[in-house]
């Protein structure tokens, strides 16, 4: 089942902060972030681990909340760079390790402008 | 210097003809992953492997097959091609913890007409 993203599309300026999340309804044992950017193939940006801690890229980072199976990726002082259309990845977890098998989200929209 | 590249970039078939894509890969990793990708609809894993022969069904596998006979290439072939599978496929690939992440190849998109 796919995690749900949201918010689906999201219009920024230059330097403006953005939140992007993603729910499940399994419990996870991973969420995986990826950016696309058009014509392109999905680029990895960061893993939660279950039981990990808080992930950080730059101006880029994100946490995982176990118990309500969410995962948020925080985009402070957004660049032109970042425009494109993320998502997220979540792993279920079988016997205390991870699927080896990725569930995306449908995507969310990120557009920065001057 | 690309770990993994798809062929072909591009394809027009007519619906009812077989369809092979391939996927090769130059790291050695153990897992690959085919996924389609449609507007709306995210990316939708269609099969996967998990070694040399080993592999098994994603979410949207009706249609498609698989084989992997050695390590670096992955194939998937459309049995007789319909309209439904026009789509961007992304191969991707995984060492045996997906800490990194996947690495996608760049896609193959496939006109069925």
């Known amino acids: 089942q796919q995690p749900v993203q949201s918010p689906q599309a999201v219009i920024l300026r230059e330097g403006e902060d953005a939140v992007i999340n993603c729910s499940s309804s399994k419990a996870l044992y991973s969420v995986h972030w990826y950016r696309q950017k058009h014509g392109e193939a999905p680029v990895f940006l960061m893993i939660l681990l279950k039981g990990g801690e808080q992930k950080g890229h730059e101006k880029i980072s994100a946490s995982f909340n176990e118990k309500k199976q969410q995962s948020s990726l925080y985009l402070t002082a957004s660049q032109l760079s970042y425009s494109g259309t993320y998502f997220c990845g979540t792993e279920r977890g079988l016997s205390g390790a991870g699927s080896y098998q990725l569930t995306f989200g449908k995507g969310t929209k990120l557009s920065v402008i001057p | 210097d690309a770990g993994i590249t798809q062929s072909p970039r591009h394809k027009v078939t007519e619906t009812g003809t077989p369809v092979t894509l391939r996927c090769h890969q130059t790291?050695?990793?153990?897992?690959m992953y085919w996924y389609r990708q449609d507007p709306g609809h995210g990316l939708r894993l269609i099969h996967y492997s998990y070694g040399v022969k080993d592999t098994d069904k994603g979410e949207v596998s009706d249609g498609y097959s698989v084989s992997r006979s050695k390590t670096e290439d992955f194939l998937l072939t459309l049995e007789s091609a319909t309209s439904s599978q026009t789509s961007v496929y992304f191969c991707a690939i995984s060492e045996q913890d997906s800490y990194y992440g996947y690495t996608f190849g760049s896609g193959t998109r496939l006109t069925v007409v």
């Open positions: 790291e050695n990793h153990r897992y």
